[in-house]
T-cell receptor, first 114, second 110 residues
Framework: DAGVIQSPRHEVTEMGQEVTLRCKPI?????LFWYRQTMMRGLELLIY????????DSGMPEDRFSAKMPNASFSTLKIQPSEPRDSAVYFC????????????FGEGSRLTVL | AQSVTQLGSHVSVSEGALVLLRCNYS??????LFWYVQYPNQGLQLLLK??????LVKGINGFEAEFKKSETSFHLTKPSAHMSDAAEYFC????????FGAGTRLTVKP
C-alpha cells in the first residue's frame, strides 16, 4: 500500500487567499484525522471522520476552516481566507476501525501564509 | 477527555547512554497508549503501543515502554542511545480519537 498521501507538500500563499489541502487515506481505513503542528501548540487535532462522516470538529479553530470527506478515498481541508497565523504543517492520518489501532500519518503539507 | 503530559521538552544524552523519555496520561477509560517518532520534515511513525496484556511493550529500534497504571505513566526507554535516535518523540493516548503530548526532542551527543 502507498500509505497516506497528502498534497501539496509545500504551499506558499498570500494572506486572504484560499488554501485547499488534500488527503488520500489508506484503503480500507475507516477513520481519517486532520492535525495541525506548530512550535507553539504542538500537534492539535482539528477534525476526524468515521466512514466519511465528521465526528468531532471541535478542534477546528475558526469558521475559516472547513473539512470534507466526499468519499472513502479523499478528504480536503480548506482555509478561506488564509491568515499568517495559519502557517503550520498540516497532517492527515488514517486508522482502521478499532481504537487500539495506530494512526498512519502522511508526510504533511507545510503551509506558509505571507 | 484523555490527555498526555510529556515531562521535558528536550532531552540530551551521550551515544551509548540510557534514553528515558517520560509520559503521563489521563484517561477516563482503560487507555490505549502509543509512542511515535518524528524525523525532520517527515510524518509520525509508530514506535510501539500498549492496548492490553503485558505491561512491558517492545517496539522498533530497541525501544520499549512500560505501562504503570498506578502511576498513570508510560515512559519510553532504550538501553543504549544511537546517533540515529535523534528525533522528536510523541506520546499519545487513544479513545476514539488520538491526543498527543507536546513532544520531547532527543539529542544524542557523540
Amino acid at each position: 500500500d502507498a500509505g497516506v498521501i497528502q498534497s501539496p507538500r509545500h504551499e506558499v500563499t498570500e494572506m486572504g487567499q484560499e488554501v485547499t489541502l488534500r488527503c488520500k487515506p489508506i484503503s480500507g481505513h475507516d477513520y481519517l484525522f486532520w492535525y495541525r503542528q506548530t512550535m507553539m501548540r504542538g500537534l492539535e487535532l482539528l477534525i476526524y471522520f468515521n466512514n466519511n462522516v465528521p465526528i468531532d470538529d471541535s478542534g477546528m479553530p475558526e469558521d475559516r476552516f472547513s473539512a470534507k470527506m466526499p468519499n472513502a478515498s479523499f478528504s480536503t481541508l480548506k482555509i478561506q481566507p488564509s491568515e499568517p497565523r495559519d502557517s503550520a504543517v498540516y497532517f492527515c492520518a488514517s486508522r482502521p476501525l478499532v481504537a487500539t489501532g495506530e494512526l498512519f500519518f502522511g508526510e504533511g503539507s507545510r503551509l506558509t501564509v505571507l | 477527555a484523555q490527555s498526555v503530559t510529556q515531562l521535558g521538552s528536550h532531552v540530551s544524552v551521550s551515544e551509548g547512554a540510557l534514553v528515558l523519555l517520560r509520559c503521563n496520561y489521563s484517561s477516563s477509560v482503560p487507555p490505549y497508549l502509543f509512542w511515535y517518532v518524528q524525523y525532520p520534515n517527515q510524518g509520525l511513525q509508530l514506535l510501539l503501543k500498549y492496548t492490553t496484556g503485558a505491561t512491558l511493550v517492545k517496539g522498533i529500534n530497541g525501544f520499549e515502554a512500560e505501562f504503570k497504571k498506578s502511576e498513570t505513566s508510560f515512559h519510553l526507554t532504550k538501553p543504549s542511545a544511537h546517533m540515529s535516535d535523534a528525533a522528536e518523540y510523541f506520546c499519545a493516548v487513544s479513545e476514539n480519537d488520538m491526543r498527543f503530548g507536546a513532544g520531547t526532542r532527543l539529542t544524542v551527543k557523540p
